[in-house]
């Protein structure tokens, strides 16, 4: 079957996505669970390597900073944790495609071979968590006001450290759900990529938002086990974003990238 050929002038401003079920996000998790169970070494490795990332960065915002810093640095974690998940979404295009599953492969066609633009998302993400993280830092000074609070004053501060928090969540959510597969799979540019991401949630608001109460879910889990769940939630998230997007954007229109993983095309048997 001859390749089709792709003009870059006339390529569309924004994927189209489809209609997502409500409870489509519980079968993401389902293909996220059986993409773990089929490469456990290699996302294993990478769930532990990033919950001890993690772990130390809350440790050090608890050592040097104060209790509120540190709920501050866990709700803003919910804003870069689809960057870390970029190498899960390159072991999920592997087993699609039948390859031999190579950790390495996966952090170099996830990172390196799509460095540009990866670069210039991450900045977005680094301005917003630095945003958040100041805004935080400023309900805390305000809030609670005694030394010693009670219940109620915890109750205020943790609703309007809520709000605040719920107003980047979405705005970041939203770019993100669906971005950096994008950008993984096909050959676009982060712009194309974010507003392909919006659209998306935008058609299926209910839909992520459930998908997003799930993500809080299991990473609150994750840090209530004392990141030991992490290691093997946060690898099912990421693998479950991907299968997300597969079933989300209609990329077609897009040419795949010249050499990497997703320069070939899934397997048939793939889901």
């Given at each position: 079957m001859a390749e089709q050929s792709y003009?870059?002038?006339?390529?569309?401003?924004?994927?189209?996505?489809?209609?997502?079920?409500?409870?489509?996000?519980?079968?993401?998790?389902?293909l996220g669970f059986a993409d773990f169970k089929r490469a456990v070494p290699q996302s294993l490795g990478y769930g532990i390597f990033m919950s001890a990332t993690i772990a130390l960065v809350c440790f050090l915002a608890w050592r040097y900073g104060s209790f509120?810093?540190?709920f501050a640095m866990l709700g803003g974690f919910i804003f870069l944790a689809p960057l870390t998940?970029?190498?899960l979404y390159a072991i999920s295009a592997q087993l699609e495609r039948e390859q031999s599953v190579s950790?390495?492969?996966?952090?170099?066609?996830?990172?390196?071979?799509?460095?540009?633009?990866?670069?210039?998302?991450?900045?977005?993400?680094?301005?917003?968590?630095?945003?958040?993280?100041?805004?935080?830092?400023?309900?805390s000074?305000?809030?609670?006001?005694?030394?010693?609070?009670?219940?109620?004053?915890?109750?205020?501060?943790?609703?309007?450290?809520?709000?605040?928090?719920?107003?980047?969540?979405?705005i970041t959510f939203s770019a993100s759900a669906f971005s950096l597969p994008m950008i993984m799979h096909r050959k676009v540019d982060a712009v194309t990529a974010v507003i392909t991401s919006i659209n998306a949630v935008l058609r299926n608001k209910l839909t992520m938002m459930f998908w997003l109460a799930l993500i809080v879910l299991l990473v609150m889990v994750g840090f209530a086990?004392?990141?030991?769940?992490?290691?093997?939630?946060?690898?099912?998230?990421?693998?479950?974003?991907?299968?997300?997007?597969?079933?989300?954007?209609?990329?077609?229109?897009?040419?795949?990238?010249?050499?990497?993983?997703?320069?070939?095309?899934?397997?048939?048997?793939?889901?």
């Open positions: 003009d870059s002038d006339t390529m569309p401003f924004v994927a189209p996505c489809r209609d997502v079920p409500f409870l489509a996000p519980l079968r993401w998790l389902r509120w810093f540190l998940c970029i190498g950790l390495k492969r996966a952090i170099r066609a996830g990172i390196k071979r799509h460095l540009g633009n990866e670069l210039t998302f991450a900045i977005v993400l680094l301005v917003v968590f630095l945003v958040w993280a100041r805004a935080g830092a400023m309900v000074i305000f809030f609670p006001v005694q030394a010693e609070p009670d219940f109620r004053e915890l109750l205020t501060f943790l609703g309007i450290g809520t709000a605040v928090g719920a107003v980047f969540a979405t086990t004392a990141f030991i769940g992490m290691t093997v939630l946060l690898p099912v998230i990421g693998h479950a974003a991907w299968h997300g997007y597969q079933e989300t954007i209609d990329a077609s229109a897009f040419p795949r990238h010249d050499v990497g993983i997703t320069a070939v095309p899934r397997a048939e048997t793939a889901h």
